[in-house]
């Protein structure tokens, strides 16, 4: 089992930025064997792919709604350091206001490209963000 925790979300005004984290946990964790991503959803509207990044963090995939905008980045927990997978948001719309979700899946499970919710084996419990205008 994998646990995920998110934080950092809050209420920003548009064309700020705000920085999401989530610590990834689990008895036989590794968290290098792991894709790791971020969902988010709007009210009303169904959960959307925002980006992933490879246990190596050397490949990142993000939708083309953040790009140039949002990175996706990762700490594999070296050194005794914590497993987190960050989200850096910048010049925030309104458009972005969701529940953002971090989201895991062993590498032998992802598929390039697929940005559907299937894949995802864990999820986190969310983290609001609200951009007001």
């Known amino acids: 089992q994998v646990q995920l925790v998110e934080s950092g979300g809050g209420l920003v005004q548009a064309g700020g930025s705000l920085r999401l984290s989530c610590e990834a946990s689990?008895?036989?964790?590794?968290?290098?064997?792991?894709?790791m991503g971020w969902f988010r959803q709007a009210p009303g509207k169904e959960r959307e792919f925002v980006a992933a990044i490879t246990r190596s963090g050397g490949s990142t995939q993000h939708a083309d709604s953040v790009k140039g905008r949002f990175t996706i980045s990762r700490d594999n927990g070296n050194n005794n350091a914590k497993n987190m997978v960050y989200l850096q948001m910048n010049s925030l719309t309104p458009e972005d206001t969701a529940v953002y979700y971090c989201?895991?899946?062993?590498?032998?499970?992802?598929?390039?490209?697929?940005?559907?919710?299937?894949?995802?084996?864990?999820w986190g419990q969310g983290t609001q963000v609200t951009v007001s205008s």
């Open positions: 689990g008895r036989t964790l590794t968290l290098s064997n792991y894709v």
């Open positions: 989201v895991a899946t062993h590498l032998l499970r992802y598929r390039v490209g697929d940005t559907t919710t299937t894949q995802w084996a864990y």
